[in-house]
């Protein structure tokens, strides 16, 4: 009932800044209660700034695909509104019940509702929450998947992403009866487009994807590995395995100062595959 009278507006105030609501962020808990299964809830916390005007707020989600709104409220006593006027408040709700795969509407509201003082949000519900652990000696990635109906299968997968995310062996699966919902997966190099893909064990399930390497400097020195000359053709390429746009070219290496010096012209620009033809082998030719 709450929503319906506040869904009519009120003309702000003067002195009310319509920057009152600073910012409302959206996730996903798990809540479990023993007995029962688990559910999925909207988190939602919000940030703003207490004023005398305002008395609460008020947050309400309406589903895309179903139709069906929830709204939930919170009000602030008057001694409490007016001791902290002015000070930055954040508040918290996770008492809606959302389901996997739904598309969620979201709106912030004071209370009253002041005409232009509103944020909304539109928020898609993913199935699963993908960490990991990183065992670099033994080349494995530990992949742990929270935020997901716990009955159901989740297949979990490393690709190299380039257009798509390609493939780097088979995928796993972690069944709904296991109490451990994590696997570990082999890889052979730590790549930039390295990625974890996961999602539900249903048709046309939407995927979720982090890409933990793709920042790192680290793992961009190993790109070079893949400088190849063909003696035959007299062929010098660099094919990344990862889509990366970078200016190469080749150089002198001149000892005595060590710098190496620019071939004229001979600067190439792709994200894709470099290639030079008819190179004369020398110990002081490079690419760079």
């Not at 920042?215 to 660099?238: F, R």
């Amino acid at each position: 009932a709450g929503g319906i009278f506040n869904s009519f507006c009120h003309d702000a105030p003067a002195s009310l800044s319509s920057m009152v609501l600073k910012s409302m962020k959206i996730s996903t808990v798990m809540k479990c209660v023993q007995g029962s299964p688990c559910s999925l809830h909207l988190n939602i916390k919000g940030t703003l700034i207490l004023d005398e005007n305002v008395r609460g707020l008020e947050i309400c989600s309406f589903s895309l695909d179903t139709q069906q709104s929830q709204c939930t409220h919170v009000r602030f006593t008057r001694k409490k509104s007016n001791m902290l006027n002015g000070k930055k408040v954040q508040v918290q709700f996770n008492c809606i019940e959302v389901n996997v795969a739904q598309h969620i509407y979201v709106t912030m509201k004071t209370v009253p509702h002041y005409c232009e003082v509103k944020l909304s949000q539109q928020y898609y519900v993913e199935a699963g929450k993908l960490d990991f652990n990183l065992d670099r000696a033994r080349k494995i990635v530990t992949v742990n998947v929270s935020n997901y109906p716990r009955d159901q299968d989740y297949y979990v997968r490393l690709c190299h992403k380039w257009f798509t995310c390609e493939d780097v062996g088979a995928f796993a699966v972690i069944k709904g009866k296991d109490s451990f919902k994590s696997i570990s997966l082999k890889y052979s190099q730590l790549l930039p487009c390295l990625c974890i893909e996961g999602w539900l064990a249903f048709p046309d399930a939407r995927r979720i994807q982090l890409c933990p390497f793709a920042n790192g400097k680290y793992y961009t020195q190993v790109l070079w590995d893949n400088i190849v000359y063909n003696p035959s053709t007299q062929t010098l390429a660099w094919e990344p395995a990862c889509p990366v746009l970078v200016m190469v070219n080749l150089c002198r290496f001149i000892k005595s100062n060590d710098h190496c010096e620019d071939i004229e012209n001979s600067f190439k620009n792709s994200p894709d595959k470099v290639k030079y033809s008819r190179v004369d082998t020398h110990p002081r030719l490079c690419m760079k």
